[in-house]
């Protein structure tokens, strides 16, 4: 399974979701520049977190519209898989790629602690390897990741078991508790904590390696079926 | 040429933490009037366009594809015309 790691100008979680590609699955990966055309080749993308074009206007709002941005929703609705990590949520909701928007944080500060999130869905092909309500000890760094939906939206993506992650002890003022998110098909993903930077002991948790691993998985029985 | 001053806000309803807190310190400087405070943005944007008609339509595609997100935040504008 071939990824591709979106590099943006502001971008600082590349190399975190890159080394993760490489430890944790030892599958091939490459970072695309935002002026690419072209992600035919890649069979999951990831648009890590950072701070692309300074969060001007708002986050993730100029990001939306660079040149390859057009291919990432492209393979979007080819159904390939695409992970969006903080700074990356923020740019799928701003493309309209999943539903919603991020507000700043209720307390107004930059947050930069582990958070306790609960899989609410083990359904998704980013969670499968997890068990149902599994806790989980996660990163977040962020400003804005107080997750904003109206409440028809709010319905419609519980009816859909599209909340795929709750923090335990809301730490931003997040509707509901969302931390994480799928679209209606179940092939994006946009989720404010950093599990790249919990995949091992050393970065003081394991318990991020299940989202790169899932997706793998999926892939790999999706491919032996086809 | 035309100049557009584009005004976004949050929504009716939105929480803006931002407000809050200012308005909080307002009260604290004995501001005792301050029922609610929004913040938002202000922006100024020169435009070479025909008309004053073709300037607004093409501030409105504006604020609804870059400037403001729909989803959270209202905008409305001016424009004016200026000399060059």
Not at chain 1, 126 to 133: C, K, M, V
Not at chain 1, 174 to 183: E, F, K, T
Not at chain 1, 209 to 219: E, G, P, Y
Request: glycine share 8%; proline share 3%.
């Amino acid at each position: 399974m071939r990824f591709a790691v979106i590099v943006l100008p502001g971008s600082n979680c590349d190399i975190d979701c890159y080394n993760a590609i490489e430890d944790v699955l030892e599958q091939p990966v490459d970072y695309v520049w935002h002026k690419e055309t072209d992600l035919t080749g890649y069979d999951g993308i990831i648009i890590p977190g950072g701070f692309s074009y300074g969060d001007y206007l708002r986050a993730g709002a100029i990001a939306r519209f660079a040149p390859i941005m057009t291919q990432v929703e492209k393979a979007a609705n080819e159904g390939k898989v695409i992970l969006g990590i903080c700074n990356g949520f923020q740019i799928l909701l701003e493309a309209g790629l999943l539903p919603g928007a991020m507000r700043r944080n209720d307390n107004l500060q930059f947050i930069c602690t582990t958070e306790t999130i609960t899989v609410e869905n083990n359904q998704t092909l980013f969670t499968s390897e997890y068990s149902f309500e599994e806790e989980l000890q996660i990163p977040i760094a962020h400003a804005e990741g107080n997750y904003y939906c109206d409440e028809q939206t709010l319905v419609a993506l519980k009816k859909n078991n599209q909340i795929v992650f709750r923090y335990k002890n809301n730490p931003n003022g997040s509707i509901d508790d969302i931390a994480g998110i799928v679209n209606e098909k179940g092939n994006i993903l946009g989720m404010m904590p950093h599990p790249e930077r919990a995949i091992s002991e050393l970065l003081g948790s394991t318990d991020g390696r299940k989202v790169f691993q899932s997706i793998l998985k999926n892939w790999r029985e999706q491919h032996a079926a086809s | 040429m035309y100049k557009a001053k584009v005004y976004v806000t949050f929504k009716e309803g939105i929480l803006d933490p931002q407000g809050k807190a200012i308005k909080g310190s307002l009260l604290t400087l004995g501001y005792d009037e301050t029922e609610d405070v929004r913040i938002g943005k202000f922006i100024e944007l020169q435009l070479e366009t025909v008309n004053k008609v073709t300037a607004e339509v093409r501030v409105k595609e504006m604020c609804e594809k870059l400037l403001a997100n729909t989803v959270i935040e209202d905008y409305t504008f001016e424009i004016e015309e200026v000399e060059q």
